[in-house]
């Protein structure tokens, strides 16, 4: 009876999570909101409110002011735009000066990047005259070779060339002869009107608002001049056009695909024809917008059948082209008008998008520097749906890119410099975190809804900059195990006191990548790299932390997972995603061997969990939903007055339904400022370190 009267009344005193989300709180301990997301439920002591005069109030907060330290931070590289200085002032988060870190040792350093130096190379067995790959230090897209060069050097096994990463050929075999402009161009076999409009609108939707290759209103009018005029007469006058026009109809082929080719890429057939006609750089140049977008969508398409150095060529290219038209610069739009300035501007950070992927992805430098930029990426006045998706990809772009760069170093770093990086890093990921939520709550804010593809994109791009932030504490964890094999191993405890909410937090964003990819909500993409990226990147985080930590695999399927995901990839013909599953079962296989070899040797079971609070490993949804009528008392928490238990993994929550309500699209996503800042907080930071964010 005394439940069910408290559950009647409203109280004043919310509970801490209730209170950071501001949404209402049942009043009971613990509350029903916490118990719905798995969330260690806390009230604060209540405290009689006091009356102050106004002047010592803000005597306070200019004495406040000058003692905390400023959170405008820059990039080490130059850069004039960082993660935190992007939040206006409206999307600051605001916090409590993190308390001093205890207990660590000075004199300790880690392996943020442990392989071989200088940069390993390989045999290639690739159709060219060079016979090595270079393995880039901080390349995403070696990481699996270089690991298992690594793994399989420390545990004595069978030479890595007879691995599934280094025995395979290119994926697909796709070439074209060079292109000519004499002779009449060939119109023959292409799609009746509906079907390419059909094809057009495919690409569209699959590409999103986030890429923009080619512009609607401009390619449409082409379109019907084309099918309803003089076709060979249209094709030899606007020959660039009828290039884009083949490449958009490959890439609608290629989305469309269900089953997989011979041998050559699904929409090959027209990739190869508009290839063949494309003219030469000395030519191409000058068609500005239309050869920019060209050569976007070309390099687009290699990347997605994994020639990763073409495709980087053709959009190195593009961005060079786009240099000397000023799209880097903010454009006057009295004198080019407003359409044309508002096209470039969102070419350019497509591009800017593009080359960040790609050159974290082949780990070599980036062609445009942040600090070169002027082109505005919240153009006054605008506040759409899509401006404010791009901003958020363009930013977590930006921000993942810096993590490979500056976080991986080739040398042993630190361990007080590495945390203090990396808890800049979750401070810039916790602004962030707030910038999406606010996305969302416009989003859904008066509707039911599923997961569009840009919001379910960015949730996934932002684990991925979790994971890579927080991914060099298990490579240092890794180092360590293989050079300790058979020999006398020292206490782990202080090390993972300090860096344990770092790989709790890496796991979690692992185990929600893999939740929201395999939603079964017919969302995942087979065609484009970027869901087969992230599934790769989660999979062998997870693999790892089993490997090293055996107890956060406990009642989770993450292997049975990974196999679906890339299984149905490969049922819908992608022939990338049967290379990354074969490499995936190899690197499982090495670190069920390194486990095996660790208990042999007599070596210390390494957990995530302390006795006393087995009870609560899970996966925490810590994002739950705002509501309009906010608690007055509500607003950002002092953070060093008690936090809530940060959990580990355990099992996973049900995938989420097709059709999300608002409170269960936002509990689903795994995304909270509350949460990072939380991890910031108990990190707290390291006296004489300057943030280099």
């Not at 943020?112 to 390993?120: E, L």
């Not at 290639?124 to 990481?143: C, D, E, G, T």
Request: charge should be negative; glycine fraction near 6%.
């Amino acid at each position: 009876m005394q439940n069910q009267a408290r559950k009647l009344r409203r109280t004043a005193n919310a509970c801490v999570p209730c209170r950071q989300s501001k949404i209402k709180c049942s009043g009971e301990e613990p509350c029903a909101n916490c118990q719905r997301r798995f969330v260690n439920c806390r009230f604060e002591d209540g405290g009689n409110k006091i009356s102050v005069p106004e002047r010592y109030l803000r005597e306070l907060q200019k004495k406040a002011k000058q003692q905390q330290p400023s959170d405008e931070a820059k990039f080490s590289n130059g850069s004039t735009s960082t993660p935190a200085s992007e939040l206006d002032d409206g999307s600051r988060l605001q916090f409590s000066e993190p308390p001093p870190l205890v207990g660590i040792d000075v004199g300790r350093s880690i392996w943020t990047s442990p392989f071989a130096q200088p940069s390993t190379t390989t045999r290639s067995n690739y159709k060219s005259k060079r016979n090595w790959v270079w393995l880039a230090p901080s390349s995403a897209w070696s990481f699996t070779a270089r690991l298992t060069i690594l793994m399989t050097d420390k545990l004595s096994l069978d030479s890595p060339d007879n691995s599934p990463a280094f025995l395979f050929n290119e994926v697909y075999d796709i070439n074209w002869i060079p292109p000519s402009l004499d002779g009449d161009l060939d119109i023959s076999c292409l799609p009746s009107f509906d079907y390419a409009l059909y094809l057009v609108n495919t690409v569209k939707f699959h590409l999103g608002q986030n890429y923009w290759c080619f512009d609607e209103q401009t390619f449409n009018g082409h379109l019907q001049e084309f099918y309803f005029g003089n076709p060979s007469q249209k094709a030899a006058d606007c020959r660039l056009w009828y290039v884009q026009f083949l490449i958009v109809l490959a890439f609608g082929k290629a989305f469309l695909s269900q089953s997989a080719s011979t041998g050559e890429p699904p929409g090959a057939k027209y990739f190869i024809r508009a290839m063949s006609l494309l003219p030469d750089i000395t030519m191409l140049w000058k068609e500005s917008l239309l050869a920019i977008e060209i050569l976007a969508l070309a390099g687009l398409y290699l990347y997605c059948i994994d020639r990763r150095e073409s495709a980087n060529v053709y959009v190195g290219q593009a961005i060079r082209i786009a240099h000397m038209e000023g799209l880097h610069t903010e454009l006057p739009e009295d004198e080019l008008g407003q359409e044309t300035v508002a096209r470039c501007r969102q070419l350019w950070w497509t591009l800017y998008i593009m080359d960040r992927h790609f050159s974290s992805s082949l780990g070599v430098p980036m062609s445009t520097q942040d600090s070169e930029i002027e082109t505005p990426l919240d153009p006054p006045n605008t506040s759409s749906q899509q401006d404010s998706s791009l901003s958020m990809q363009v930013k977590l772009s930006r921000l993942l890119s810096f993590i490979l760069t500056n976080v991986y170093k080739t040398e042993r770093t630190q361990l007080g410099m590495f945390l203090e990086t990396t808890r800049s890093i979750l401070q810039s990921l916790a602004g962030y975190a707030q910038e999406i939520e606010n996305i969302f709550q416009q989003k859904f804010k008066s509707s039911v809804d599923a997961m569009s593809k840009e919001t379910r994109h960015i949730t996934l791009l932002y684990h991925q900059c979790v994971i890579v932030a927080t991914r060099p504490v298990l490579l240092s964890v890794l180092r360590e195990r293989l050079d300790k094999l058979g020999a006398r191993e020292e206490d782990w405890q202080t090390f993972l006191t300090l860096t344990k909410p770092l790989i709790t937090t890496g796991i979690k964003s692992a185990a929600k990548t893999l939740q929201i990819l395999s939603a079964g909500d017919g969302l995942l993409e087979t065609f484009l790299p970027f869901d087969l990226e992230f599934t790769y990147g989660a999979a062998v985080h997870l693999a790892m932390a089993k490997g090293l930590f055996p107890d956060t695999d406990e009642h989770q399927p993450y292997s049975e997972q990974v196999h679906s995901i890339l299984g149905h990839m490969i049922a819908r013909g992608n022939k990338v995603a049967e290379l990354r599953k074969a490499e995936f079962s190899h690197i499982e296989y090495l670190f069920d061997e390194l486990a095996k070899r660790a208990e042999r040797s007599g070596l210390q079971t390494l957990t995530l969990v302390s006795p006393e609070n087995i009870e609560d490993i899970t996966i925490t949804d810590s994002l739950d939903h705002r509501v309009e009528d906010e608690d007055p008392n509500a607003g950002p928490m002092a953070l060093d007055q008690g936090l809530p238990r940060l959990n580990a993994v355990g099992e996973p929550l049900l995938h989420p339904p097709l059709i999300l309500t608002n409170n269960e699209f936002l509990d689903d996503i795994g995304i909270s400022s509350y949460e990072f800042l939380s991890i910031v907080n108990q990190m707290g930071y390291i006296d004489n370190y300057e943030s280099i964010l």
